[in-house]
């Protein structure tokens, strides 16, 4: 009997098991069904394939005699449905599409912390866009948001200070405020888009993540993704062929 299609399962089993034991590292000899329900928690594929992930361990047990031996036999054959899932799975586990080259190509919104705030006014206008970044001498500075701003010029003009004065004098530098980055999440350059979807889902009250290279600030912005992008990530996982959330 050809048991090409347990081999192939095996095969996907097997780096499945080596991922998960990754994901959790502090028992890496936890059996299979037991890392799947604890990764849960960890990971938002293990948590969307948990009851498949651990049919997936009985089916394995049922497919292999004497697992492990030299002498390693199957005793039984997956369907090719059953096959291709698990595939599947281990592609989204293992080699999930990184956040960097799914919206490498969308053009940031930024300022240079030298330029006066009428700059970032003006760039807020152009680009209808409610963060943008801040950069002095190619790295992140900080961010300055729409709000924020608006914010800081009513409290100039109740306060009977001339606006026009404000905006042209002042830096965009001078107004970055530290706190602000609390309402974004910063990730680095290997965040996944499952990491991203997670993000928005988790904390509904952010401005947008943030992705530089580390995931600290001060470095190069490589994606910056708001809500209005939200809609797009789930297309695009969808397309991946992903289940619905």
């Given at each position: 009997?050809?048991?090409?299609?347990?081999?192939?399962?095996?095969?996907?089993?097997?780096?499945?098991e080596?991922q998960?034991?990754?994901?959790?590292?502090?028992?890496?000899?936890q059996?299979?069904?037991?890392?799947?329900k604890?990764?849960?928690?960890?990971?938002?594929?293990?948590?969307?394939?948990?009851?498949?992930?651990v049919?997936?361990?009985?089916?394995?047990?049922?497919?292999?005699?004497?697992?492990?031996?030299?002498?390693?036999?199957f005793i039984?054959?997956p369907?090719?449905e059953?096959?291709?899932?698990?595939?599947?799975?281990?592609?989204?586990l293992?080699?999930p599409?990184?956040?960097?080259?799914?919206?490498?190509?969308?053009?940031?919104?930024?300022?240079?912390a030298?330029?006066?705030?009428?700059?970032?006014?003006?760039?807020?206008a152009?680009?209808?866009?409610?963060?943008?970044?801040v950069?002095?001498?190619?790295?992140?500075?900080g961010v300055?948001?729409s709000?924020?701003?608006?914010?800081?010029?009513?409290?100039?003009?109740?306060a009977?200070?001339?606006?026009t004065?404000?905006?042209?004098?002042?830096?965009?530098?001078?107004?970055?405020?530290?706190?602000?980055?609390?309402k974004?999440?910063?990730?680095?350059?290997?965040?996944?888009?499952?990491e991203?979807?997670?993000?928005?889902?988790t904390?509904?009250?952010?401005?947008?993540?943030?992705?530089?290279?580390?995931?600290?600030?001060g470095e190069k912005?490589?994606a910056?993704?708001?809500?209005?992008?939200?809609?797009?990530?789930?297309r695009?996982l969808?397309?991946?062929?992903?289940?619905?959330?």
């Amino acid at each position: 009997m050809d048991y090409a299609n347990a081999a192939r399962f095996l095969k996907s089993y097997n780096r499945i098991e080596s991922q998960l034991k990754i994901l959790y590292s502090e028992r890496p000899t936890q059996t299979f069904t037991d890392l799947v329900k604890r990764c849960s928690d960890r990971n938002i594929t293990v948590r969307r394939y948990e009851n498949e992930l651990v049919d997936y361990g009985k089916l394995r047990n049922a497919i292999v005699h004497r697992a492990g031996a030299a002498d390693e036999m199957f005793i039984a054959n997956p369907s090719d449905e059953v096959v291709e899932n698990i595939e599947y799975i281990e592609r989204q586990l293992c080699r999930p599409p990184l956040v960097t080259d799914v919206f490498r190509a969308r053009k940031l919104s930024a300022v240079f912390a030298d330029k006066p705030l009428l700059t970032a006014v003006q760039a807020f206008a152009d680009t209808e866009k409610k963060t943008l970044v801040v950069y002095d001498h190619g790295k992140m500075a900080g961010v300055l948001n729409s709000y924020s701003l608006y914010r800081l010029i009513a409290e100039r003009a109740a306060a009977g200070e001339d606006v026009t004065a404000f905006l042209t004098g002042t830096s965009c530098g001078d107004v970055l405020d530290g706190a602000l980055l609390a309402k974004y999440v910063l990730l680095s350059g290997d965040a996944t888009v499952f990491e991203v979807f997670e993000a928005f889902e988790t904390r509904k009250d952010i401005y947008a993540v943030i992705v530089t290279e580390h995931g600290v600030p001060g470095e190069k912005v490589l994606a910056l993704l708001t809500p209005s992008d939200f809609p797009a990530i789930n297309r695009y996982l969808e397309a991946y062929c992903a289940k619905t959330f």
